[in-house]
């Protein structure tokens, strides 16, 4: 086992004491503690300690969990794991994750040679609505979320690295680097790396959770991927899909449901999405691939897009790719606008749905990465 399991007393003690003993080891190795599976007290990491997550691990209501700049959490993923590890809020908790752009909170596999998949990574689940209804259950562990509250408040997170995510749960399930839930605008997020993950970079289940400053780098299935009837804002999003080691047959850079029983189910999908760059796999093997795929009745306004390289041989691949009677009528009346598209299979399926516009910046750079990615050491 590559961790040294602490004792309990040991542990407790880590919890409650930020001295400057864990910095001190006489080899200046960094402290090591593992998370309890349920964290039922407030609690206040130490910066200085490398935290495991052993399996499952849950904040639980009414609780947060303060994961001050520079903390590491690692997903135990050796031979002998026992279960997926995963960090979770439960409706009602809060986790405030307060990273900075000199010192990230980085939430990674525990191997020495990480890979995808490695563990299942960070879930919140809000109070928030979803047209799924109230106490939904979870695709991912199990636990419900959706309310009524829009400006419900799940915490801060911001400035935080995320690797080797997306654990298989079964044959039809993966994990994603960062799933919100029903997670309410009272929430904070900005400045989030999902880096090589296995299933999505982030998903959102319903939700008003706005943010700022999302990438997605070398993510094997969907960069973002939404559904459920949210209605966030997020601005400056980009997605580099070309350096994942293997691809879903239908990875796309944005994925767009609304619901797929019923697309007239109130709330419909409607975020606002502002200068996004989307890089494609350039490679024909992706069978049904897609820039933008917006279907199942989600509508929203999208503006200041760079969409490069989404390439497949199999018809109906397109940069942009409208699908649905409900998507395809709103993004008739209301389309996407300054659009630049670079070496994809086609353009889209619905001319009037998009607005072509060659001075597009996207992201804020084209197909480079912008300035505010600078923090990421990409």
Request: glycine share 12%; hydrophobic share 35%; proline share 3%.
């Amino acid at each position: 086992m590559k961790k040294l399991l602490l004792s309990l007393a040991v542990i407790a003690a880590t919890f409650t004491s930020c001295s400057d003993d864990d910095n001190n080891n006489s080899n200046n190795a960094p402290a090591e503690a593992v998370l309890p599976d349920e964290i039922t007290e407030n609690m206040t990491l130490n910066a200085g300690t490398v935290y495991t997550l052993m399996g499952p691990v849950y904040v639980k209501s009414g609780v947060t969990l303060t994961i001050p700049a520079g903390t590491r959490i690692e997903g135990y993923a050796e031979e002998d794991a026992e279960e997926v590890s995963f960090l979770a809020v439960e409706t009602g908790g809060k986790i405030i994750a307060q990273g900075t752009a000199e010192n990230p909170i980085v939430m990674t596999s525990s191997k020495a040679n990480p890979q995808p998949g490695d563990w299942g990574g960070l879930v919140v689940c809000g109070l928030a609505q979803t047209n799924l209804g109230t106490g939904v259950s979870a695709e991912v562990t199990g636990l419900t979320y959706g309310g009524t509250n829009s400006a419900d408040n799940s915490g801060v997170y911001s400035y935080i690295v995320l690797e080797y995510a997306g654990a298989l749960i079964n044959q039809n399930a993966e994990f994603n680097g960062f799933t919100f839930y029903a997670v309410g605008s009272g929430t904070t997020v900005n400045n989030l790396l999902a880096y090589q993950g296995s299933d999505d970079g982030f998903e959102w289940f319903g939700g008003s959770v706005n943010a700022t400053n999302l990438a997605a780098i070398g993510c094997q299935d969907d960069s973002f991927d939404w559904t459920e009837g949210w209605n966030g804002t997020v601005t400056n999003l980009y997605s580099d899909q070309s350096v994942a080691t293997a691809f879903s047959a239908d990875s796309r850079g944005i994925e767009a449901d609304s619901n797929q029983n019923n697309e007239t189910q109130a709330p419909i999908s409607n975020p606002t999405l502002k200068n996004i760059t989307l890089i494609g796999r350039n490679n024909a093997a992706v069978t049904s691939e897609a820039g933008i795929m917006l279907r199942r009745g989600t509508k929203g306004m999208i503006d200041n897009v760079y969409i490069a390289n989404f390439k497949s041989t199999a018809s109906g691949s397109y940069a942009v790719n409208f699908s649905g009677t409900g998507s395809q009528a709103h993004f008739t009346a209301n389309p996407v606008t300054k659009v630049k598209l670079v070496n994809n299979t086609a353009d889209t399926n619905i001319a009037a749905g998009i607005s072509i516009d060659d001075n597009a910046t996207g992201a804020g750079n084209g197909a480079t990465a912008p300035t505010w990615m600078d923090w990421m050491g990409l």
